[in-house]
């Protein structure tokens, strides 16, 4: 048998690869909210980080989380985050 294949996720903050499952997803939903999937399958344009903290400041600070889902994205959303890293 074949070994299966992981999907793999670019991280918005370092730019590595990983694994999906190992990342926190961010979406947009086609209504326009952008909010926390934990399921991973939420409908909508999505982004990945990883689970550290320094990838969250990273893309804080250089807007990537913006820039990939299209629309501003709350301060309350970063809180989320944070605390979800923590």
């Given at each position: 048998?074949?070994?299966?294949?992981?999907?793999?996720?670019?991280?918005?903050?370092?730019?590595?690869?990983?694994?999906?499952?190992?990342?926190?997803?961010?979406?947009?939903?086609?209504?326009?909210?952008?909010?926390?999937?934990?399921?991973?399958?939420?409908?909508?344009?999505?982004?990945?980080?990883?689970?550290?903290?320094?990838?969250?400041e990273k893309a804080?600070?250089?807007?990537?989380?913006?820039?990939?889902?299209?629309?501003?994205?709350?301060?309350?959303i970063y809180e989320k985050l944070r605390?979800?890293?923590?």
């Open positions: 048998m074949k070994p299966r294949k992981l999907p793999l996720r670019v991280c918005a903050g370092c730019q590595e690869q990983k694994v999906k499952k190992e990342m926190i997803r961010v979406v947009r939903t086609p209504e326009g909210e952008v909010v926390i999937d934990d399921t991973g399958r939420k409908a909508g344009r999505g982004v990945y980080l990883c689970r550290r903290l320094s990838c969250l804080y600070k250089e807007h990537r989380l913006e820039r990939s889902l299209k629309t501003d994205v709350a301060a309350e605390h979800a890293l923590l």
